[in-house]
């Protein structure tokens, strides 16, 4: 798993990195661009709502909401991703912080139409997910939503069918969400699958 220094050292080449697998249809970031898109058409639907990014990055999404006039607010804990992220969107309010331990203090204060999370939260066991989208799902307003788009499968069957297909490829330090499986947590938690290894969680 890569810590904080990992990240500061891959935030430059970090998007090329993933386009490269995504447009070779290749795991672990199939589908990734259209798992972006899906998440910003649903967030577009409420012009002006209050956006947090968990795990931001490059701001590779949320900038493109930033453009249009949403209020972006993020946690990360590479500085050099929150040096990219803040170029394109000097108004946000991005905190350094990382999400293993929660959520970073100012961020608690204020209530979220929607709370995203691309690509991050493969970073918590499963037994770290279920309390921190509690806690998550505590700073949403009414109505709001938490979406996720990531490595993610319906059913267990299916993460171990990728696994075998990734070969050496496959990282075991990282995990997957697992639809069928957080349902017991979340009974209302809905997936749409995206490509053979991504797909988009929504809770409420």
């Known amino acids: 798993m890569l810590d904080s220094k990992g990240f500061d050292l891959w935030a430059d080449g970090y998007d090329r990195t993933v386009g490269i697998s995504d447009e070779e249809d290749?795991?672990?970031?199939?589908?990734?661009r259209e798992v972006l898109n899906g998440i910003?058409?649903?967030?577009?639907?409420?012009?002006?709502?209050?956006?947090?990014?968990?795990?931001?990055g490059t701001g590779a999404l949320t900038a493109?909401?930033?453009?249009?006039?949403?209020?972006?607010?993020?946690?990360?804990?590479?500085?050099r991703m929150i040096e990219l992220a803040s170029e394109k969107m000097p108004?946000?309010?991005?905190?350094?912080?990382?999400?293993?331990?929660?959520?970073?203090?100012?961020?608690?204060?204020?209530?979220y139409d929607f709370i995203v999370a691309t690509y991050s939260l493969h970073h918590l066991n499963d037994e770290q997910k279920v309390p921190f989208?509690?806690?998550?799902?505590?700073?949403?307003?009414?109505?709001?939503?938490?979406?996720?788009?990531d490595v993610a499968f319906g059913t267990r069957e299916e993460l171990e069918r990728c696994r075998?297909?990734?070969?050496?490829?496959?990282?075991?330090?990282?995990?997957?969400f697992v639809a069928d499986e957080l349902r017991r947590a979340f009974p209302?938690?809905?997936?749409?699958?995206?490509?053979?290894?991504?797909?988009?969680?929504?809770?409420?």
């Open 133 to 149: 989208l509690r806690e998550l799902r505590d700073c949403l307003e009414d109505g709001g939503l938490i979406l996720i788009g």
């Open 164 to 176: 075998r297909s990734a070969g050496e490829e496959w990282d075991g330090e990282e995990f997957y």
């Open 91 to 111: 108004g946000a309010r991005l905190y350094r912080g990382d999400f293993t331990e929660g959520l970073a203090a100012p961020l608690k204060e204020r209530r």
């Open 26 to 32: 290749t795991y672990p970031f199939a589908g990734y």
């Open 64 to 79: 493109k909401l930033y453009e249009h006039g949403y209020s972006v607010y993020g946690q990360d804990f590479s500085r």
């Open 40 to 56: 910003y058409r649903i967030i577009m639907r409420k012009p002006g709502a209050a956006v947090l990014d968990i795990g931001f």
């Open 188 to 204: 209302d938690l809905a997936f749409q699958r995206v490509s053979f290894c991504a797909g988009i969680l929504t809770l409420g």
